[in-house]
């Protein structure tokens, strides 16, 4: 009985029937090695299920709310019952995150979850699910299709007459932080769903380089500069990928400001060598006028990186391929566009710098071959083809 695969990217939206031996196949090439669309015409065949450009004009089914979440999230399920998580916007893009906010308390922001897939790619680690922005229309596309009476109560009219709703949630879901549109239209990300949980489980893993999510507490590795060498000798970062894979997540969120990240995710199905997913990147670009040098302590604390990562920054660094520039190119596709002020592509470009700094000072303390591991080699051997992961 073959079951609907969906996701979404920035040029189109996507329903695909595939069964369950092919997900695991179908999964790998969506996240691990090619774009979308070349993942598509690797199963799709002919690619016939694949419309490009339909995406801004599908319309939603019904809308719910995800529960569990700390703030509100819409679960937006598509005529052809695919389904995208909504994230509306909270914050307009100059808006940095005041500087009394924790990182717990910050607001996710819906143009951070769409630039994070675009320098997912462009850093080509290929974890981060799609994910693109929408224009909604409150009325037509969320109150009047949601079956859900609580959602529909928090409409209301606001004195500037725009259409405004809360839903609920255990943060920022009250009048006083309802989602005004203009007057009856908002912005929010649409971010694909991996498949369900029942044909492909997944385990979450806790972030060694955790925070606190508290107030007064430090963790563990904001007081022991040895804290690495205890994650090293610990399953699964004693053996395979999984500690360099950290240390791009590190790279990753350090570029963008992000936090927040506490889990991380891989399919279970693949066992404990396998990539490692990306979800939740709405608390980046919360401020650019900030570096927050806290989020490279697992990289200053391990001095270890892929050759593959290392090499890749280093282009990024070079003017032709400046990091800020490929990511205004790459984000100008998104119909949501532009989706990030001049000032937070201007801080990747000096986060970069940092980056590469705190490698050069590794190198120069440990030896290159200590720190930077040859991904390129074994890779290529393996697959026989060009070095990808
Ligand atoms: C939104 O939808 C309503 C119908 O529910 C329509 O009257 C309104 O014109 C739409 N707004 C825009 C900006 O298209
Ligand atoms: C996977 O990693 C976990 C550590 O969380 C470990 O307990 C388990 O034995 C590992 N599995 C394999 C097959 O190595």
Redesign the pocket.
């Known amino acids: 009985d073959p079951r609907p695969l969906r996701f979404t990217s920035g040029s189109g939206f996507i329903l695909i029937y595939i069964d369950q031996l092919t997900v695991h196949l179908f999964l790998i090439n969506i996240l691990f090695l090619r774009t979308l669309e070349e993942s598509c015409m690797l199963i799709c065949g002919d690619g016939s299920s694949y419309f490009p450009d339909k995406f801004s004009v599908t319309l939603f089914l019904s809308v719910a709310m995800k529960s569990g979440g700390t703030q509100l999230k819409l679960i937006m399920t598509f005529q052809n019952y695919g389904q995208a998580l909504f994230k509306p916007m909270k914050q307009t893009r100059e808006q940095e995150t005041p500087p009394d906010f924790f990182y717990f308390s910050d607001f996710e922001r819906h143009n951070a979850e769409i630039a994070a897939y675009h320098l997912d790619r462009i850093l080509d680690f290929r974890r981060v699910p799609p994910v693109t922005g929408r224009l909604v229309n409150m009325t037509k596309e969320i109150r009047d299709v949601t079956r859900d009476k609580k959602l529909w109560r928090t409409f209301f009219i606001s004195p500037a007459n725009n259409i405004c709703f809360y839903g609920e949630c255990s943060y920022y879901c009250s009048t006083e932080h309802a989602l005004c549109g203009k007057p009856d239209q908002i912005e929010g990300s649409l971010a694909a769903f991996l498949p369900d949980l029942a044909l492909a489980k997944r385990r979450t893993w806790r972030n060694p380089w955790r925070r606190s999510y508290h107030k007064r507490k430090k963790a563990e590795w904001e007081v022991d500069p040895d804290y690495c060498e205890e994650v090293k000798q610990t ?2 970062y004693d053996s395979g990928t999984r500690l360099l894979d950290i240390m791009d997540m590190t790279i990753f969120d350090f570029l963008m400001g992000n936090m927040d990240r506490h889990h991380y995710e891989t399919f279970e199905k693949f ?2 060598e396998t990539f490692i997913i990306h979800l939740d990147n709405g608390r980046g670009f919360g401020k650019h006028s900030h570096d927050e040098l806290s989020i490279l302590v697992p990289l200053s604390q391990c001095c270890r990186v892929k050759r593959s990562t290392h090499l890749r920054l280093q282009l990024l660094a070079k003017e032709e391929f400046r990091l800020s520039a490929l990511m205004e190119e790459s984000l100008q596709t998104d119909t949501l566009s532009p989706i990030l002020i001049r000032p937070h592509l201007e801080a990747m470009d000096r986060r970069l710098h940092l980056v590469l700094q705190v490698l050069a000072d590794c190198i120069e303390k440990e030896g290159y071959s200590n720190v930077v591991e040859d991904d390129l080699l074994v890779e290529g051997l393996n697959t026989g083809t060009a070095p990808q992961r």
């Open positions: 399953p699964p066992g404990n």
